[in-house]
Protein backbone atom coordinates (compact mmCIF):
# COMPACT_ATOMS: atom_id res chain seq x y z
CA UNK A 1 0.00 0.00 0.00
CA UNK A 2 1.20 3.11 -0.90
CA UNK A 3 1.36 5.98 1.80
CA UNK A 4 3.10 9.58 2.16
CA UNK A 5 4.00 11.04 5.60
CA UNK A 6 4.14 14.64 6.03
CA UNK A 7 5.42 15.27 9.61
CA UNK A 8 5.48 18.77 10.23
CA UNK A 9 1.81 19.40 10.96
CA UNK A 10 2.28 23.06 11.52
CA UNK A 11 5.34 25.67 10.74
CA UNK A 12 5.63 29.20 11.55
CA UNK A 13 8.29 31.76 9.85
CA UNK A 14 8.91 35.32 9.95
CA UNK A 15 8.79 36.56 6.50
CA UNK A 16 11.81 36.27 4.44
CA UNK A 17 12.88 33.19 6.11
CA UNK A 18 13.30 29.73 4.08
CA UNK A 19 11.23 26.91 4.88
CA UNK A 20 11.52 23.34 3.68
CA UNK A 21 8.62 21.37 4.16
CA UNK A 22 9.50 17.40 4.45
CA UNK A 23 7.79 14.61 2.79
CA UNK A 24 8.97 11.07 3.27
CA UNK A 25 7.49 8.36 0.45
CA UNK A 26 6.16 4.77 0.49
CA UNK A 27 5.49 2.62 -2.34
CA UNK A 28 5.97 -0.95 -4.12
CA UNK A 29 5.87 0.37 -7.79
CA UNK A 30 8.68 1.13 -9.68
CA UNK A 31 7.24 3.73 -11.97
CA UNK A 32 5.20 6.78 -9.96
CA UNK A 33 4.97 10.57 -9.79
CA UNK A 34 5.15 12.96 -6.77
CA UNK A 35 3.53 15.99 -6.21
CA UNK A 36 3.12 19.04 -4.26
CA UNK A 37 -0.21 20.79 -3.93
CA UNK A 38 -0.69 24.43 -2.28
CA UNK A 39 -4.23 24.82 -0.57
CA UNK A 40 -4.54 28.87 0.71
CA UNK A 41 -7.55 29.07 2.96
CA UNK A 42 -10.00 29.21 -0.12
CA UNK A 43 -9.88 26.01 0.07
CA UNK A 44 -9.00 25.55 -3.52
CA UNK A 45 -6.26 23.34 -4.56
CA UNK A 46 -3.28 24.68 -6.68
CA UNK A 47 -0.79 21.72 -8.46
CA UNK A 48 2.62 23.22 -7.62
CA UNK A 49 4.81 20.50 -9.39
CA UNK A 50 5.05 17.19 -10.37
CA UNK A 51 8.20 14.81 -10.35
CA UNK A 52 8.50 11.08 -11.86
CA UNK A 53 10.39 8.67 -10.58
CA UNK A 54 13.11 8.77 -12.83
CA UNK A 55 14.04 12.35 -12.55
CA UNK A 56 15.98 13.11 -9.63
CA UNK A 57 17.26 16.15 -10.14
CA UNK A 58 16.10 19.19 -8.30
CA UNK A 59 14.12 21.65 -9.66
CA UNK A 60 13.57 25.33 -8.95
CA UNK A 61 11.01 27.65 -9.96
CA UNK A 62 11.24 30.94 -8.87
CA UNK A 63 11.38 31.24 -4.67
CA UNK A 64 10.43 27.30 -4.80
CA UNK A 65 12.79 24.54 -5.09
CA UNK A 66 12.17 20.77 -4.58
CA UNK A 67 14.80 18.02 -3.72
CA UNK A 68 13.84 14.67 -4.78
CA UNK A 69 15.97 11.45 -2.99
CA UNK A 70 15.21 8.22 -4.13
CA UNK A 71 17.41 6.71 -1.87
CA UNK A 72 16.00 7.92 1.09
CA UNK A 73 12.40 8.14 -0.39
CA UNK A 74 11.88 11.81 0.15
CA UNK A 75 10.92 14.78 -1.79
CA UNK A 76 10.92 17.99 -0.19
CA UNK A 77 9.73 21.30 -0.65
CA UNK A 78 12.11 24.36 -0.52
CA UNK A 79 10.05 27.86 -0.09
CA UNK A 80 12.70 30.52 -0.01
CA UNK A 81 12.48 34.65 1.31
CA UNK A 82 8.71 33.35 2.43
CA UNK A 83 6.12 36.08 2.27
CA UNK A 84 3.03 36.58 3.94
CA UNK A 85 1.36 35.21 0.18
CA UNK A 86 3.31 31.55 0.97
CA UNK A 87 0.45 30.86 4.32
CA UNK A 88 -1.46 27.80 3.24
CA UNK A 89 -2.01 24.11 3.76
CA UNK A 90 0.73 22.63 1.53
CA UNK A 91 0.13 18.68 0.36
CA UNK A 92 2.60 15.80 -1.19
CA UNK A 93 1.09 13.28 -2.91
CA UNK A 94 1.95 10.17 -4.72
CA UNK A 95 0.84 8.82 -7.63
CA UNK A 96 -0.08 4.71 -8.37
CA UNK A 97 1.62 3.33 -11.35
CA UNK A 98 -1.76 4.10 -13.62
CA UNK A 99 -2.83 -0.56 -13.47
CA UNK A 100 -6.53 0.88 -14.08
CA UNK A 101 -5.58 2.60 -16.71
CA UNK A 102 -5.82 6.01 -14.60
CA UNK A 103 -3.66 7.17 -11.84
CA UNK A 104 -4.96 7.66 -7.96
CA UNK A 105 -3.61 10.08 -5.67
CA UNK A 106 -2.39 9.53 -2.42
CA UNK A 107 -1.95 12.09 0.12
CA UNK A 108 -0.51 13.33 3.18
CA UNK A 109 -1.85 15.19 5.82
CA UNK A 110 -0.84 18.31 5.19
CA UNK A 111 1.97 20.72 6.90
CA UNK A 112 -0.01 24.42 7.89
CA UNK A 113 2.58 26.98 6.94
CA UNK A 114 1.86 30.15 8.75
CA UNK A 115 4.13 33.09 7.50
CA UNK A 116 4.24 36.26 10.18
CA UNK A 117 5.13 39.54 8.70
CA UNK B 1 -4.08 23.09 -17.34
CA UNK B 2 -7.76 23.33 -16.94
CA UNK B 3 -10.50 25.19 -15.68
CA UNK B 4 -12.49 23.48 -13.50
CA UNK B 5 -15.96 24.73 -11.62
CA UNK B 6 -17.96 23.48 -9.12
CA UNK B 7 -21.73 24.45 -8.19
CA UNK B 8 -22.63 25.38 -5.09
CA UNK B 9 -19.18 27.06 -3.69
CA UNK B 10 -20.87 25.87 0.07
CA UNK B 11 -24.11 24.95 1.27
CA UNK B 12 -25.42 24.23 4.74
CA UNK B 13 -28.25 21.30 4.86
CA UNK B 14 -30.44 20.00 7.31
CA UNK B 15 -29.41 16.32 8.36
CA UNK B 16 -31.19 13.69 6.54
CA UNK B 17 -31.72 15.50 3.10
CA UNK B 18 -29.31 14.84 0.11
CA UNK B 19 -27.27 17.49 -1.85
CA UNK B 20 -26.32 17.69 -5.18
CA UNK B 21 -22.52 18.62 -6.32
CA UNK B 22 -21.52 19.86 -10.26
CA UNK B 23 -17.97 19.60 -11.66
CA UNK B 24 -17.92 21.52 -15.02
CA UNK B 25 -14.21 21.30 -16.67
CA UNK B 26 -13.53 22.80 -20.02
CA UNK B 27 -12.35 20.11 -21.94
CA UNK B 28 -12.99 16.65 -22.66
CA UNK B 29 -11.31 14.24 -20.16
CA UNK B 30 -11.55 10.98 -19.54
CA UNK B 31 -11.41 10.79 -16.23
CA UNK B 32 -12.86 12.51 -13.47
CA UNK B 33 -12.29 11.77 -9.61
CA UNK B 34 -14.49 13.35 -6.36
CA UNK B 35 -12.60 14.12 -3.05
CA UNK B 36 -13.64 14.61 0.48
CA UNK B 37 -11.62 16.85 2.74
CA UNK B 38 -13.17 16.39 6.54
CA UNK B 39 -12.25 19.57 8.97
CA UNK B 40 -8.43 19.49 9.23
CA UNK B 41 -7.76 16.43 7.38
CA UNK B 42 -6.24 15.05 4.12
CA UNK B 43 -7.71 14.52 0.95
CA UNK B 44 -9.84 11.01 0.27
CA UNK B 45 -10.72 9.51 -2.58
CA UNK B 46 -14.25 8.87 -2.89
CA UNK B 47 -14.87 7.60 -6.61
CA UNK B 48 -13.17 7.59 -9.60
CA UNK B 49 -16.22 8.84 -12.61
CA UNK B 50 -15.30 7.24 -16.71
CA UNK B 51 -17.95 8.39 -19.04
CA UNK B 52 -20.15 5.81 -19.91
CA UNK B 53 -19.29 3.68 -16.92
CA UNK B 54 -20.30 3.33 -13.30
CA UNK B 55 -18.57 5.01 -11.33
CA UNK B 56 -15.39 3.38 -9.37
CA UNK B 57 -15.88 3.69 -5.41
CA UNK B 58 -13.19 3.45 -2.59
CA UNK B 59 -12.95 1.35 0.31
CA UNK B 60 -15.18 2.75 2.69
CA UNK B 61 -17.81 4.61 0.01
CA UNK B 62 -20.85 3.04 -1.52
CA UNK B 63 -22.69 4.06 -4.65
CA UNK B 64 -26.11 4.33 -2.27
CA UNK B 65 -24.40 7.25 -0.21
CA UNK B 66 -22.56 9.11 -3.11
CA UNK B 67 -24.03 8.24 -6.29
CA UNK B 68 -22.17 9.76 -8.79
CA UNK B 69 -22.58 10.59 -12.79
CA UNK B 70 -20.70 11.10 -15.54
CA UNK B 71 -23.02 11.88 -18.53
CA UNK B 72 -20.42 13.14 -20.40
CA UNK B 73 -17.13 14.14 -20.99
CA UNK B 74 -16.82 17.51 -19.24
CA UNK B 75 -19.24 17.10 -16.41
CA UNK B 76 -20.04 15.19 -13.70
CA UNK B 77 -22.29 15.23 -10.64
CA UNK B 78 -21.71 13.73 -6.89
CA UNK B 79 -24.41 13.50 -4.42
CA UNK B 80 -24.64 12.96 -0.53
CA UNK B 81 -27.03 11.21 0.49
CA UNK B 82 -29.05 11.19 3.43
CA UNK B 83 -26.53 13.55 5.47
CA UNK B 84 -25.46 13.58 8.57
CA UNK B 85 -22.69 15.90 10.37
CA UNK B 86 -20.50 13.51 9.92
CA UNK B 87 -20.58 14.17 6.33
CA UNK B 88 -19.50 18.17 6.85
CA UNK B 89 -16.64 18.28 4.80
CA UNK B 90 -14.77 20.15 1.91
CA UNK B 91 -15.89 18.02 -1.73
CA UNK B 92 -13.58 18.23 -4.69
CA UNK B 93 -13.30 17.22 -8.23
CA UNK B 94 -10.78 16.87 -10.17
CA UNK B 95 -9.57 15.93 -13.60
CA UNK B 96 -6.91 14.48 -15.05
CA UNK B 97 -5.29 16.37 -17.84
CA UNK B 98 -2.12 14.77 -18.61
CA UNK B 99 -0.96 11.11 -17.81
CA UNK B 100 -0.26 10.98 -13.80
CA UNK B 101 -1.16 14.92 -13.71
CA UNK B 102 -4.24 15.79 -11.72
CA UNK B 103 -5.78 19.25 -11.25
CA UNK B 104 -8.90 20.26 -9.01
CA UNK B 105 -12.08 22.25 -8.80
CA UNK B 106 -12.45 25.03 -6.30
CA UNK B 107 -14.48 22.90 -4.18
CA UNK B 108 -18.01 22.87 -2.18
CA UNK B 109 -17.93 23.46 1.45
CA UNK B 110 -20.49 21.76 2.94
CA UNK B 111 -21.68 22.02 6.65
CA UNK B 112 -24.72 19.45 7.98
CA UNK B 113 -26.80 20.38 10.45
Known amino acids: AQKVTQAQTEISVVEKEDVTLDCVYE???????LFWYKQPPSGELVFLIRRNSFDEQNEISGRYSWNFQKSTSSFNFTITASQVVDSAVYFCALSDEMNSGYSTLTFGKGTMLLVSP | SAVISQKPSRDICQRGTSLTIQCQVDSQVTMMFWYRQQPGQSLTLIAT?????????ESGFVIDKFPISRPNLTFSTLTVSNMSPEDSSIYLC??????????FGPGTRLTVT
Open chain 1, 27 to 33: TRDTTYY
Open chain 2, 94 to 103: SVEITDYEQY
Open chain 2, 49 to 57: ANQGSEATY
